[in-house]
């Protein structure tokens, strides 16, 4: 994106169509003290992946305290409650070692390695529920 436009339609097209179809989409995670905004998580439908997948992204600065397996914690009871989710994936590069960490914390398991979509590098999906 290079532009408030390009950016704008981003968010209209990837979050908001999301939250009006779906109900979900990602959320942002702010500090509980400080409300200062730390990063997102949230639920993603991708049409190259038949399960719901659960994501997640913080600023650097914010890392390795927690907050990843915190949100994601809350996003899945969300989405297991709210709407029935008995099963929710996840996707990652193979040597994003941390987020791998808290996705096993998680209780997710390793599947396969997929590609998205044509031409993409490979990525690791794993598993949780049913």
Known sequence: MRT????CNYILQAFVDS????GFGLYLVES?????????????KRASLEDVDIGFAFLPKYWGNGYAY???????AYGE?????????AVTTPDNHG???VLEKLGFRFEQT??????????KL????I
Do not use: N, P, W
């Open 4 to 7: 408030i436009d390009d950016s």
């Open 19 to 22: 939250y009006q179809r779906l």
């Open 32 to 44: 509980k003290g400080t409300r200062i905004s730390i990063g997102i998580c949230g639920l993603v």
């Open 70 to 76: 915190e949100s994601a914690s809350a996003v899945m």
């Open 81 to 89: 409650s709210v709407f029935g989710l008995s099963r929710i994936v």
């Open 99 to 101: 987020s791998i960490k």
């Open 114 to 123: 997929i590609k998205l979509s044509e031409g993409d590098a490979e990525t």
């Open 126 to 129: 794993f598993a949780h529920g």
